[in-house]
């Protein structure tokens, strides 16, 4: 079986500038998740889709990320514009069910470096 | 809110002795518990969790953690570790309400030889 699937794997940007990341979940997982892992901190959740639909976005600082589930299967993160303090490894991740009744397979991450 | 702490950032141990890495959690009711590995360069994994019954869990890689609900923690064990287990280590704590899962900032493992 497959793993979840995330590109860039690096990615070097200046402040102001615009990056997009894409995630592929595991084949039939109905919820995805992006998170957000800032060096010494454990991941924060950033968004979650069940489907194509946002179940959870509270933490995700919509003035300059955005995401989206197109036809419930992929995903794209965007930051526009990036800031010095978006330096983090984003990691993707995907379940059958809820975060806590199904268990998360995550993706190796991107890992976004802002000068 | 739900919150966890792990209380030790980095811990070195050699190969072949016994590890434990502390958790402690904070909640209001049972919550849902759960240890992770993140070994450099790839996602994280799915240790073990805890949702109700045995407090005693058993997880993969020779891995288990004990429930203690007077104390708050979920530590994780292993008798014996190898070189294979350096990594880092994050608890979580899920809130059964909410449905949510929130991270320690983890506790890395250096295994010397």
């Known amino acids: 079986e497959a793993g979840v699937a995330q590109s860039p794997r690096y990615k070097i940007i200046e402040k102001r500038q615009s990056v997009a990341f894409w995630c592929n979940p595991i084949s039939g997982h109905a919820t995805l998740y992006w998170y957000q892992q800032i060096l010494g901190q454990g991941p924060k959740l950033l968004i979650q889709?069940?489907?194509?639909?946002?179940?959870?976005d509270s933490q995700l600082p919509k003035d300059r990320f955005s995401a989206e589930r197109l036809k419930g299967v992929d995903s794209t993160l965007k930051i526009q514009p990036a800031k010095l303090e978006d330096s983090a490894v984003y990691l993707c991740?995907?379940?059958?069910?809820?975060?806590?009744?199904?268990?998360?397979?995550f993706g190796p991450g991107t890992r976004l470096t802002v000068l | 809110a739900q919150s966890v702490t792990q209380p030790d950032i980095h811990i070195t141990v050699s190969e072949g002795a016994s590890l434990e890495l502390r958790c402690n959690y904070s909640y209001g009711a049972t919550p849902y518990l759960f240890w992770y590995v993140q070994s450099p360069g790839q996602g994280l994994q799915l240790l073990l969790k805890?949702?109700?019954?045995?407090?005693l869990v058993q997880g993969i890689k020779g891995f288990e953690a004990e429930f203690k609900r007077s104390q708050s923690s979920f530590n994780l064990r292993k008798p014996s570790v190898h070189w294979s287990d350096a990594a880092e280590y994050f608890c979580?704590?899920?809130?059964?309400?909410?449905?949510?899962?929130?991270f320690g900032a983890g506790t890395t493992v250096t295994v010397r030889a």
């Open positions: 991740a995907s379940s059958l069910a809820g975060p806590l009744t199904g268990e998360q397979f």
């Open positions: 889709f069940q489907n194509n639909g946002v179940v959870d």
């Open positions: 979580a704590v899920g809130a059964p309400v909410q449905d949510k899962l929130s």
């Open positions: 805890y949702f109700s019954g045995d407090t």
